[in-house]
T-cell receptor, first 115, second 113 residues
Framework: AQSVSQHNHHVILSEAASLELGCNYSYGGTVNLFWYVQYPGQHLQLLLKYFSGDPLVKGIKGFEAEFIKSKFSFNLRKPSVQWSDTAEYFCAVNNYGGSQGNLIFGKGTKLSVKP | DTGVSQDPRHKITKRGQNVTFRCDPISEHNRLYWYRQTLGQGPEFLTYFQNEAQLEKSRLLSDRFSAERPKGSFSTLEIQRTEQGDSAMYLC???????????FGPGTRLTVT
């Protein structure tokens, strides 16, 4: 069965520190990859997505992610975090080529940024 | 720009009661998805519609759960004879096509006492 693994359950950083959140998926076919963010008290919002092309994708608020097909990974990065980045981050996969396009999510990583 | 809306936002019910949730997708989005999220987990797929047709149901969706999308617009998710294990956040999302990103609503938080 397809699955998405997020390696870190809770990450605590100080402002201006660099961030990297790991995400691995277990599907060998064509996939679309997503990072969603859920700020406290808000609904899930799309942070960035990868469909094809340049494996380094840029999203909102200075976030970027790199798709490494050989490693089945799609790690999220930000060079300098801010207190407002405190949120829960979810990696998701959509293997539209096979199934009906429903998203498979990781368990999420909670990011706490200390001011 | 109206996003996905869900109603109610919170529902507290007693075990054994029936509950119904509503989701209004972004207009002209053909696909509508229901997910469930429990504490410490990511959203888990329940079912989805292509227009008014329900095309896939997860094994998580027991016989007590039923979903409809009449006329391919809003959707309802009904849970009959609720159990404490049904307590969760129920999320709705819509998409114009299966290859596109999904837009999520705020969710309905269900508490079964």
């Amino acid at each position: 069965a397809q699955s998405v693994s997020q390696h870190n359950h809770h990450v605590i950083l100080s402002e201006a520190a660099s961030l990297e959140l790991g995400c691995n998926y277990s599907y060998g076919g064509t996939v679309n990859l997503f990072w969603y963010v859920q700020y406290p008290g808000q609904h899930l919002q799309l942070l960035l997505k990868y469909f094809s092309g340049d494996p380094l994708v840029k999203g909102i608020k200075g976030f970027e992610a790199e798709f490494i097909k050989s490693k089945f990974s799609f790690n999220l990065r930000k060079p300098s975090v801010q207190w407002s980045d405190t949120a829960e981050y979810f990696c998701a996969v959509n293997n539209y080529g096979g199934s009906q396009g429903n998203l498979i999510f990781g368990k999420g990583t909670k990011l706490s940024v200390k001011p | 720009d109206t996003g996905v809306s869900q109603d109610p936002r919170h529902k507290i019910t007693k075990r054994g009661q029936n509950v119904t949730f509503r989701c209004d997708p972004i207009s002209e989005h053909n696909r509508l998805y229901w997910y469930r999220q429990t504490l410490g987990q990511g959203p888990e797929f329940l079912t989805y519609f292509q227009n008014e047709a329900q095309l896939e149901k997860s094994r998580l969706l027991s016989d007590r759960f039923s979903a409809e999308r009449p006329k391919g617009s809003f959707s309802t998710l009904e849970i009959q004879r609720t159990e404490q294990g049904d307590s969760a956040m129920y999320l709705c999302a819509s998409s114009p096509d299966r290859a596109y990103e999904q837009y999520f609503g705020p969710g309905t938080r269900l508490t079964v006492t």
